[in-house]
């Protein structure tokens, strides 16, 4: 698809306020390696999730200075610390939103999830902004489609940070070309359809707080990283391979290959970490705690319960809803203890974001 079919016209500036919340994400299969402008090396897959969340509001201005001008508040505060990141977004979207130029915009962010948790917040932010200039746009060009909505919606998100792509819409979601769906794309996400197995409709994420400091390395270097990585071509292809295999495996419910995808990934994804140049660990003493633990409760309960990791030390528990007591009491009693203040967080797949 090209991206010209992105690009808004100009149209007459109005007054509007608008406030969308969205979701953050876990990747089944992970996205680590990219190119310009934000595109993936392989294609990925995530649950969106539920309570884990950023609400954002916009108030635009018309002004007449023809320039992207914004101020942006942080749970109320004014944060001038946060606004290159911002400004880059906008410079970077600004080809598909020339209406912008006309705007005066009051950024107002907050997040569900503690401030440090050690959870990125970018993915449900990025997704969170783009949705309420995509609001705007559908203001200026009411007669815009449902589909052209969501997916430029993903488009711009993708380009603020790439997994914010899948932030949009839920309960899973694709990102990147791939051999099962025709319809998905590296400029967007799409979601999953109606074929997805009903165990994965509110399949549970449990989140193990491990670490809840800033992380040494970050996703975007990490991602840079994989340029002349040795076993970059080949975590592609694994990678795109591990989908394929995985999408029937969403439609039929058999949890015990699921799990076996998912925890490879989740590994294979810190493998690249290891093997770069130079070389990190995100993972802790208390991730591998945990992922042992894990190991041992499925082998003496069979409770399909996995585990993944994102770019992080902190581990998310993966689980059906059905099981929820007996993993709980496991959480509580004998995992727990690994987490940083005994901190965890539950969420569970979700439907995607919504207007406030
Ligand atoms: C390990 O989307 O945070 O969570 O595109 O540079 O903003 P940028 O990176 P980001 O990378 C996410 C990496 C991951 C895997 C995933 O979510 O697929």
């Known amino acids: 698809m090209n991206t010209s079919v992105f690009i808004a016209s100009a149209a007459l500036p109005i007054n509007y306020t608008t406030t969308w919340e969205a979701p953050s994400n876990i990747a089944l299969i992970k996205y680590w390696g990219k190119y310009e402008p934000q595109l993936p090396k392989n294609p990925s897959l ?3 999730l539920s309570n884990s969340k950023t609400k954002t509001k916009v108030i635009f201005t018309p002004h007449a200075k023809n320039e992207i001008d914004f101020e942006f508040f942080f749970h109320g505060i004014q944060k001038p610390d946060f606004k290159p990141k911002l400004k880059t977004f906008f410079d970077r979207i600004g080809e598909y939103i020339p209406w912008i130029f006309s705007y005066h915009l009051e950024v107002f962010s907050e997040n569900s999830f503690p401030h440090s948790s050690g959870i990125a917040s970018s993915a449900s932010s990025m997704a969170a902004l783009s949705l309420c200039l995509m609001d705007l746009e559908r203001q200026l060009f009411p007669e ?3 589909v052209y909505f969501y997916q430029k919606a993903s488009f711009l998100a993708r380009l603020g940070s790439g997994s914010a792509a899948r932030s949009i ?4 979601t694709f990102w990147g070309k791939n051999a099962v769906r025709d319809s998905s794309s590296d400029l967007f996400a ?21 670490d809840k400091g800033s992380k040494p390395v970050s996703s975007t270097q990490g991602h840079n990283l994989m340029h002349g990585h040795p076993f970059a071509e080949n975590r592609f292809l694994q990678a795109s391979n ?15 290959d699921f799990i076996h995808l998912v925890e490879l990934e989740a590994l294979s994804l810190h493998a690249m970490m290891l093997t770069s140049s130079p070389y990190f660990i ?24 996995c585990f993944t990791l994102d770019a992080g030390a902190n581990v998310h528990l993966l689980y059906p809803k059905q099981d ?5 009491s496991f959480i509580k009693e004998e995992l727990s203890g690994f987490c940083q203040s005994g901190q965890y ?12």
């Not at 819409?169 to 899973?172: A, E, K, R, T």
């Not at 999953?192 to 549970?204: E, I, K, P, R």
């Not at 591990?242 to 015990?256: H, K, Q, R, Y």
């Not at 190991?295 to 399909?304: A, D, G, L, N, Y």
Request: cysteine-free; glycine content about 6%.
């Open 242 to 256: 591990n989908l394929s295999a995985l999408v029937p495996i969403m439609e039929t419910g058999a949890l015990d």
């Open 46 to 48: 995530s649950f969106t």
């Open 324 to 328: 929820i007591g007996v993993i709980h």
């Open 345 to 356: 967080l539950l969420d569970e797949v979700g439907r995607g974001a919504k207007k406030a």
């Open 169 to 172: 819409q839920g309960p899973v």
């Open 144 to 146: 815009m489609e449902t």
């Open 282 to 305: 995100l993972m802790q003493p208390n991730t591998l705690a945990i992922i042992h633990r894990v190991w041992e409760f499925r082998k003496e309960t069979s409770i399909p319960l």
């Open 190 to 210: 799409t979601p999953f359809g109606t074929t997805l197995h009903s165990v994965f409709d509110n399949y549970q994420d449990t989140i193990l707080l491990v």
